[in-house]
């Protein structure tokens, strides 16, 4: 069935770093890949998406890059503050469909 | 607007309980979903209603079952509730067929 597999499953960083986090999908018929992130406590909110007629997409110090050969995608963090302290998770869905396979999510630990 | 609403916040159940988690969502959104959250394992799809009347199961379907009452409401019941569904549970709705989930603030469920 549809997997998506999330490394790393826990990534510490000093602020200002970047950090980059990765997946893969199994499912070829993907072709929306969202990420969530989840503070502590609250709930799973997007703060990105791409859909496969797209390679790379940017908003302000987060991208996402997406390789469809090769079935990857992946989050990149540039000048990392505490508060991109949570868990990220990287999901993937298939056109005309309803099911989003999630990732098992990383945790991000940004040192101040 | 309130977004998605879910209740109870806090359940605490004996093995063998039944139990009913509600959801519901003032965006008028046509596709309702219910997720588990457990630790290294993401969110993992229990049901879903592409749209009122319709259900389907997710990646987790056992033990659980579920209603679509109307477009708003869309209810997660455990029969016999097991220590294996000790979890915390998100409701989460959708606009689009595969497009950004809103989810709710998530119920946390011990089962003893």
């Known amino acids: 069935g549809e997997n998506v597999e999330q490394h790393p499953s826990t990534l510490s960083v000093q602020e200002g770093d970047s950090a980059v986090i990765k997946c893969t999908y199994s499912?070829?018929?993907?072709?929306?890949f969202p990420w969530y992130k989840q503070e502590l406590g609250k709930r799973p909110q997007l703060i990105i998406d791409i859909r496969s007629n797209v390679g790379e997409k940017k908003d302000q110090r987060i991208a996402v890059t997406l390789n469809k050969t090769a079935k990857h995608f992946s989050l990149h963090i540039t000048e990392t503050q505490p508060e991109d302290s949570a868990v990220y998770f990287c999901a993937a869905s298939r056109a005309g469909g309803f099911k989003t396979i999630f990732g098992a999510g990383t945790r991000l630990f940004v040192k101040a | 607007n309130a977004g998605v609403t879910q209740t109870p916040k806090f359940q605490v159940l004996k093995t063998g309980q039944s139990m009913t988690l509600q959801c519901a969502q003032d965006?008028?959104?046509?596709?309702m979903y219910w997720y588990r959250q457990d630790p290294g394992m993401g969110l993992r799809l229990i049901y879903y209603?592409?749209?009122?009347?319709?259900?389907d199961k997710g990646e987790v379907p056992n033990g659980y079952n579920v209603s679509r009452l109307n477009k708003r409401e869309f209810s997660l019941r455990l029969e016999s509730a097991a220590p294996s569904q000790t979890s915390v549970y998100f409701c989460?709705?959708?606009?689009?067929?595969?497009?950004?989930?809103?989810f709710g603030e998530g119920s946390r469920l011990t089962v003893l």
């Open positions: 499912d070829s018929a993907s072709n929306y």
């Open positions: 965006m008028n959104h046509n596709s």
């Open positions: 209603s592409a749209s009122e009347g319709t259900t």
């Open positions: 989460a709705s959708s606009e689009f067929k595969h497009g950004e989930l809103f």
